[in-house]
Structure formats: C-alpha cells, structure tokens
C-alpha cells in the first residue's frame, strides 16, 4: 500500500482543477515535466517539454511575420538610463519594474537598465538608420528575453520576472498604415491562437488606463481561465508619434518636408504555454493540442512474454508509417502498460496507440484520444489517414470546448449589484462603461481588485446605462479579476 501511494503522489495528481485551481496548476507544470523552479526568486527553467512547445510558436509566428515583411535583428540586453528617461511616459510605467546593473568590479558612470522592453534602445538606432520616406516602411522583429522585478507573487509562465517573447518595431511614414498594420498583426496572433493552441480569445482595445506605457492605444487578445480570471494574450500598441517625438525620428517626405514618423509595437510571450496548460488540462494532467504538442501520438504496445516480440516488431512497422506525425515509440521495459498510460496522460501526448496480441489477429490498433479519453479500433492498413483525422478532431473539439468555457461563464451585467455578483460568483462580466476614468476606478474599488479588461473590437455596440454610474452610454467592456 506505502509503495502504490508512494507511485501515485509521485505520477498523479493529488488535487482537482475545479477544488483547487493554483495548487493543481503548480502540480501539472511540475509533474509533467514543463518546468522547475530555479535558485533566482520568480524565475523558472524551461524544460524541454514545454521548451518545444515556445519552438513551435516562435516557428509559426516567425513564419508568418517573415510573409508580412518583418525581419529578424537583436539588439543589447542592456540600456542605458539616458535612454530608457527618454519617453517620460514610458518610463515612468516601467520604472518600478526595471532591475539596474551599476557596478562592474567598479561603479559604472552611468547605471544600465536590463531590458524590460526595447524600444528606448532601438529608436536610438532607428534614429540614425530613417532619413527619408525610402527608408520606409522599417519592420524589424527580435525575439528574446526580458526582464520585469515584479513585486507580485509569481506564477510560473503566466507571471515571472523573466519570460521570452517577440517584440516587434515597425515604423510607417503615415497614421493609415501604421494602424493597418496593427490590425493586420493582432488578426495573425489570433489565428496562432485559434488553429494552433486552441484557445478562443477576445480581440479588444484597452482603456487609457491600462494601454501600454508610451502608446496611443494598445489592442490586445483577452483570454479567460477556468478559475474566472482574465489574462492579456498576444497584444499590438499603435505608438502615434510619441517614440517618434522622445527620440527624433524624422524622414524627409517625397515633397522634402520633415515628417515625424508613426510606430507600432507588437509581442507575444511564453506567457501562452500557461495559459494553454490552464484551459486545457483536467485533473489527470495537461492536455496538448495536436499542432502545438512536441509528441503528437505515443505508441506503447502491450506486452506479453509470448507474443513480446511479434507485438514489437509491428509497432516499430507502425511507427515507420506515421512519418507525417511527430511519434513517440515506448518500448520501455521497466514499465508497465499502465504506469506509460498515466504518464503520456500527464503529459497530454494528444493520442495514445495502443498496439496488442489481440489487436494484431485482427490487423488493428486501438486509438485513444487524450482530450476526452475516447477509444475506438482502427485497421492498421489506412492508419495514416486515420490519425490525421483523429488528430484534427482533436484539435477542432479543444477550440470549441475552450471558446464554450470562455462564453459560459461570460454574464451580463445591468447595474453594480449584477456585477459584484458576477466577480463574486467568478464570472467574467460583461457591462456599459460611460467611459470615465472615476467609473473605471470605482469598478475596481466596489469590487475588490476587478477591472476593465478590454472594449470588444468585433462585437457589437450595447447601448445601456453605465454599470457604475448609470448614465447612457453605448460603450460595452468586459470586466474581471486578472493576472
């Protein structure tokens, strides 16, 4: 009995998602072996499982971009303070978040900031590098790491002081197409985020208070989690002139005029392989997403002393044959069939293969789908195409069961009673803004740390009374605790 417990707190989970959603979460990145906690407070270790999942974002996204006429580039991890002082706006958002490094066997004569973003140290470059309206458009991409001392308690991938992401700089000689761009990047985040992850989110605009530090605007994708918080996804900031003007980036028009250029800044972070862990995992352990997932299927053939040898010998034939998929083989001899059960499960291998002497009489396998543990035989001639299909359902039902969370527990509210009710009950809200900083500041107090999380972009206008003050108003915003 010690031993079989023993067995079970160290592969299983000891806690429900839906009892205890912080203790289960700490569980799943752990006992899937996504990743560590490191000697640095707030910081954690990637590891390879969820390593490979961040390569296969950063290799679609990057795909995508490279189309869109974005190039690569990688500027110092360290800035200057003259430069970081240069936006006052912006600083003063990041200010209390930027770790400083001031001494180097000396005391430095001017303290270096590691980079919590990198506009300040690009625009002194872009500076130089724009001279005339042929120098533009200016689209370049890095992809890196940052650093944020946040004060708040840490959660791993979804809040840490260090994360990578993509930061993308462009720069236009017009307002037009420095806002069609943004359109244009917050659509491809979005698909990313519905094809690939299988997670359904929210494109929206934020309010003036919570807009990026230095922009005109920020859009940005909303994401909801299963514990009734909100989460900023993938986002673009419109700049306006702002950068332009801190930092004299100027081109010459095809009339000769100086002209101040117009900017966008645009990411998205690790913070997502959180969030699809969050959305998707249950209470045996995470659950990938085909398209994502480092290991598409994993074969584990069923092993009799008798038959040990012909059951292996055809799983490997079958592992040649699923060429097109990224396929795990498990021929593992210390394990049982059910230990390798339960640990593919917790580490949400999207389908499972199971290959036996009884399957094998009748030319078959048994296909088990990790999302919703659904069995059923396919006849190994024709295997190829059957997986595929298997796989695609997969991946279509993790979208809608995500898009199905997100909408159940989205709720209407008329008044400040209906709203209290809806975070106290956690829900994410859905109400009429008069758009006032003092409704918007009051939302916050009546209800204990919630916010306006975002104003829809593609839903339709709701005409209504202001849920704090209750003057007319054809505003509508969602509204909820966060991360």
Not at 163 to 181: D, P, R
Not at 439 to 467: D, N, R
Request: with cysteine; charged share 30%.
């Amino acid at each position: 009995m010690a031993e079989q417990k023993e067995n079970k707190d160290t592969l299983g989970l000891n806690v429900k998602k839906d009892e205890n959603f912080s203790e289960w979460y700490t569980q799943v990145i752990q006992k899937a072996d996504l990743a560590d906690y490191s000697a640095v407070s707030g910081c954690i270790v990637f590891k390879p499982n969820s390593y490979s999942i961040w390569e296969k974002i950063k290799s679609i996204v990057d795909e995508r971009l490279k189309e869109m006429g974005v190039k690569n580039a990688y500027f110092p991890l360290f800035i200057p303070e003259k430069l970081l002082m240069k936006e006052a706006k912006h600083m003063e958002g990041f200010s209390p978040e930027v770790a400083w490094v001031t001494e180097s066997g000396s005391k430095l004569d001017e303290r270096l900031a590691v980079r919590p973003t990198s506009e300040t140290i690009m625009y002194d470059s872009y500076s130089r590098w724009i001279r005339s309206w042929r120098d533009l458009p200016l689209k370049i991409n890095q992809w890196n790491n940052v650093v944020r001392w946040e004060f708040k308690h840490a959660v791993p991938f979804l809040r840490t002081r260090e994360f990578l992401w993509n930061e993308g700089h462009t720069v236009f000689a017009t307002k037009e197409e420095s806002e069609k761009e943004a359109k244009e990047i917050l659509d491809m985040y979005y698909d990313v985020l519905q094809d690939y992850l299988a997670l359904y989110g929210i494109k929206g605009k934020k309010t003036e208070n919570e807009k990026f530090a230095g922009a005109e605007y920020t859009t940005a994708i909303e994401l909801l989690m299963p514990n009734g918080r909100a989460i900023q996804g993938p986002d673009a900031h419109v700049d306006g002139q702002n950068f332009a003007k801190a930092f004299d980036i100027k081109y010459l028009d095809k009339d000769g005029k100086l002209q101040y250029a117009w900017q966008n800044t645009w990411a998205i972070t690790t913070r997502m392989i959180g969030v699809l862990i969050a959305v998707h995992g249950d209470d045996r352990g995470a659950v990938l997403p085909p398209k994502i997932a480092p290991v598409q299927a994993v074969i584990v053939p069923i092993l009799f002393e008798k038959t040990k040898d012909t059951v292996l010998k055809k799983a490997r034939e079958i592992k040649e044959s699923l060429k097109d998929f990224s396929v795990l083989f498990d021929d593992r001899d210390e394990c049982t069939s059910g230990w390798k059960f339960n640990e593919w499960e917790m580490k949400g291998v999207p389908l499972r293969i199971e290959v036996g002497p009884r399957d094998l009489e009748k030319n078959q396998v048994v296909l088990v789908r990790r999302d919703n543990g659904q069995k059923e035989f396919a006849d190994i001639k024709g295997l190829n195409k059957k997986v595929s299909e298997v796989l695609d359902r997969i991946q279509n039902d993790m979208f809608e069961k995500s898009k199905s969370m997100t909408l159940k527990n989205t709720v209407d509210a008329a008044d400040m009673k209906g709203l209290k009710k809806a975070i106290g009950s956690g829900k994410m809200a859905d109400a009429v803004w008069c758009k006032s900083a003092e409704c918007e500041a009051a939302v916050k107090e009546k209800t204990e740390g919630a916010k306006i999380i975002c104003i829809p972009l593609e839903e339709p206008k709701k005409k209504g009374k202001c849920v704090c003050c209750g003057k007319s108003s054809d505003t509508h915003v969602l509204i909820a605790k966060s991360y």
